[in-house]
């Protein structure tokens, strides 16, 4: 006994017991984060940064998190039955990553009833349901911000090397589109923004083609495998809304008996470790880092300041008492080492 109280006034002078105040029982914070589909590969990439994040903030602090983590399989009726647990089970903050980012109001109303705080983030509520309590917030990246780095990487080349980019040699960008989800914020805004910052600048466009792929490699190899048979080295530039769909780009262009130094320019967004591969082999021509690793820096941050009702402004950086913006950075072979682990 004598040992045991020796041991624990050590501890306390040292200062690791300070944190689980005078009952001496560790405060636990419970999170439940509902993903809308948990394969994704960037929001995979988040998820394991929030984990390994959390269990750092467990030692520095002495706190237990509890995280439960749920699949929503891309549909809204589960996702809402989901959080509804969460609710049932008085979860301390709820983290959402909304399957139909235009059905948050329903999430907002129950959330507030329950007197839960909820944090969305990557697939953003439109403003007037994230208004409706001051509890919400959204933690992600300017999608228009990407798109316009997309377009400089391109417009770049174009002003170092006109000829390399316009294979064609009439003056004229051709290019094709593969997008990500429709209505997704993402997939509007870098759209938009990849051309505009072309056409902003003088450079003449013309869109060959434009497809959904859903984000995916595989939906993305199957479009740019018929564009290639439809307009085979017409096509100059390739923009994908995201890495995987680039990937799959390159994996048409090489399926297809291309030689990697004659794929077109083709650029995506997220700086995953499969594209910042590509970007050191030279196929895949640059990437926009999307911060996984900050998003899920500011969501753990933003919940435990919740969580315990402390100022949520300092802990993140708030935007209109709501938004956590977190910037994005291009990546080409010449920065590359900056953001490979
Ligand atoms: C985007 C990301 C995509 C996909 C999507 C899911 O921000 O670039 O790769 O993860 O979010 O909502």
Redesign the pocket.
Known sequence: MKRICALFFALVLAGTLTACGDTGVTPTIRIGVAL?QQD????STVMQAFQQQAMAMEQERGVKINLNLADGRSSQTIQNEQVDRFLDQDYDVICV?IVDRTAAAVLIDKAQSAGVPVIFF??EPVMEDLSRWEQAYYIG?P?ARAGELQGELVLRSWQSDPSALDRSGDGVLQYVMLE??AG?Q?TLLRTEYSVKTLTGAGIATEKLANETAD?QRGQAGTRMKQWLEEFGDAIEVVFA????MALGAIDACLNSGMAPEDLPFIVG??ATPPALEAVAEGTLKGTVQ?DAKGQAKNMLALSCALAEGTDPSRAVELTDGKYVWLPYVSVTKENLSAFQQ
């Open positions: 809308y994704d590969t960037f929001i990553n990557n697939r990246s999608g990500g989800e997704h993402d984000w809304n995201n890495d995987d967004v997220d999307n």
